[in-house]
């Protein structure tokens, strides 16, 4: 098949070149050209020509019919991809784009979804097939992780599945040959592992390059539409956490799924940030074990050890993962400074809070924070980018300073301002009412509390 005409057309302005450079003579844009196929006379005048018909409301519902969900296998996940009662879970036809960091778990979550997941409900073959586009790993690779997890312990919160799929694999980089091989097989489920490392004959760039990930993801995607097929894309991040490639590569796919968690921590979590069948707000907590995921239903228990009640510089805080409220540990840790300028480390918090809290505790509740080198941690090893934990870390600074401990029946929720004062955040209802089942006796929080300096006095902390 001989090869398409392609063009260089800058992603900022539009410009086009008929060869590629290196910055934009139009916008001077550096590294903006991408190559990008051009369609010849012929097939625009085809398209022009050809007539469109458009589709009733009744062709719709019918067409609907064919896009329902069948489960992951895991409620934790099931929870993230969306649905309503026994309706959840992936729709069939749907590409999800799995991220995270190097290591982090992408393989074997995928490849414990499609030993999991009963495909076979979806169709009347008696074995499911799962097909493994390989760009990166070989087969042989692929089936120690599957021996692997096949071997281990059965997932107490797994749903059991009654059929073992049929894994097929193809380790070609190219596309469209994937493509056409999937044409024959038909299979039930798609892996994609991942788009970097796979290239289109259509382009003449290297794999992983702006513009093959943009076209791989484009066939891929129209494929999966056609065939009705449900395929996980695994996508790479770069050094600042983004998704490698271009940006259009998100709009492209239907579900955008981000897998984080701390390297020297076993708890991930599953955050959904684009999903075009469900709500963007519910997060999955797992467990990163030996035998590969496993589901974490009550997420306080590993968050939150009995083994700290009672210490200094320890409180419990209720903070909302998605529209799931949980109840955290805030550890604090305050010693004389030998130093200058005091030392502020912080794990799972940003630096910025930290100096924040420091100034307002020193300013509005004279506390000596400035003679303190002040160590915070959310344990559990997860990061908490929400303010509604400020009050918390602040009555555990004051209580590693004061040397007082805090009770474990008290929670604290509340975004602390500048001016010393306790804010009011989203849902605390809800946290509250979180709190109080899982044993927390009483809330410090807004609505208890107008400032920090009062939260410490009712504390007896000064």
């Not at 509005?364 to 990061?383: E, M, N, R, T, W």
Request: proline letters at 4%.
């Amino acid at each position: 098949m001989a090869r398409a005409e392609t063009i260089f057309a800058c992603q900022e302005c539009g410009w086009q070149s008929a060869r590629w450079q290196g910055q934009c003579a139009q916008c001077h844009t550096w590294n903006s050209l991408v190559e990008e196929p051009l369609a010849g006379p012929s097939i625009v005048a085809k398209k022009v020509n050809t007539a469109i018909s458009g589709l009733t409301l009744p062709e719709v519902e019918r067409m609907s019919r064919s896009f329902s969900r069948f489960s992951s296998g895991y409620d934790e996940l099931d929870r993230v991809l969306g649905g309503k009662n026994d309706d959840v879970g992936i729709v069939q036809g749907a590409v999800l784009l799995v991220s995270g960091e190097p290591g982090i778990g992408k393989s074997t979550l995928l490849t414990q979804i499609a030993l999991t997941t009963d495909l076979s409900k979806k169709n009347t073959q008696k074995e499911a097939v799962v097909a493994y586009l390989c760009g990166e790993e070989n087969p042989e690779q692929i089936l120690l992780r599957i021996k692997r997890l096949q071997d281990s312990e059965p997932k107490k919160n797994s749903k059991e599945k009654t059929h073992a799929p049929s894994w097929h694999f193809f380790t070609t980089q190219s596309i469209d040959a994937a493509l056409q091989a999937l044409n024959k097989l038909k299979p039930d489920l798609v892996i994609v592992d991942s788009v970097q490392s796979f290239r289109s004959e259509e382009l003449t760039g290297a794999a992983g390059s702006v513009g093959q990930v943009r076209a791989v993801t484009n066939v891929v995607t129209q494929w999966a539409k056609e065939h009705l097929t449900p395929v996980f894309i695994v996508g790479h991040v770069t050094k600042e956490g983004g998704i490698a490639g271009p940006k259009v590569l998100e709009h492209i796919v239907d579900v955008v799924l981000e897998i984080s968690g701390e390297r020297t921590s076993d708890l991930r979590l599953v955050r959904a940030y684009k999903n075009r069948f469900g709500a963007t707000d519910e997060v999955g907590v797992f467990r990163m074990m030996e035998q590969g995921f496993v589901e974490v239903p009550n997420p306080t228990d590993v968050m939150v050890q009995q083994g700290t009640s009672g210490t200094p510089g320890s409180v419990l805080a209720a903070i909302l993962e998605g529209s799931r409220p949980l109840l955290i540990e805030l550890q604090a840790l305050a010693v004389r400074s030998q130093l200058a300028m005091p030392r502020r480390v912080g794990r799972g918090v940003g630096l910025s809070r930290i100096q924040v809290l420091a100034a307002v505790l020193e300013k509005h509740c004279k506390l000596p924070v400035s003679q303190y080198d002040v160590f915070l941690s959310v344990a559990g090893g997860i990061v908490v980018h929400e303010p509604a934990i400020d009050l918390g870390f602040a009555v555990a600074i004051a209580s590693s300073i004061a040397n007082k401990p805090i009770p474990r029946a008290y929670a604290f929720i509340g975004e602390v301002g500048l001016l010393g004062e306790v804010r009011l955040v989203p849902y605390a209802d809800s946290r509250s009412r979180s709190a109080k089942r899982l044993g927390v006796e009483r809330i410090f929080s807004h609505e208890s509390h107008a400032t920090v300096e009062a939260v410490l006095r009712d504390l007896a902390i000064r």
